[in-house]
């Protein structure tokens, strides 16, 4: 079992930036990517952006430029930075960690509310 715990989320203006963070805790052994979902109210869960155990970086297309994963291996944490929010970017933001064979692991969320 592995339990990430997002932080960080918060209500910004259109413009600003928030960095969300997710400690994982528990069998962080063989996690083969860790990664960042949201979903809005009425929409489907969307995947925002990854980043493998060997550091390779994915994002969606509506977030590239704007938002940067990273993380620090010897907190097992993952932050996405988030800059230039737009008010569509409001949503409850997930944090998952992929164990492949072991299955999915999916934190609480954090709200993200982007004013205009």
């Known amino acids: 079992q592995v339990q990430p715990v997002e932080s960080g989320g918060g209500l910004v203006q259109a413009g600003g930036s928030l960095r969300l963070s997710c400690a994982a805790s528990?069998?962080?052994?063989?996690?083969?990517?860790m990664e960042w979902y949201r979903q809005a109210p009425g929409k489907q869960r969307e995947l925002v952006a990854r980043?493998?155990?060997?550091?390779?970086?994915n994002y969606a297309d509506s977030v590239k430029g704007r938002f940067t994963i990273s993380r620090d291996n010897a907190a097992n944490t993952v932050y996405l930075q988030m800059n230039s929010l737009k008010p569509e970017d409001t949503a409850v933001y997930y944090c998952?960690?992929?164990?492949?064979?072991?299955?999915?692991?999916w934190g609480q969320g954090t709200q993200v509310t982007v004013s205009s």
């Open positions: 528990g069998s962080v052994l063989h996690i083969n990517a």
């Open positions: 980043i493998t155990s060997s550091g390779s970086t």
């Open positions: 998952n960690a992929d164990r492949g064979f072991y299955g999915n692991f």
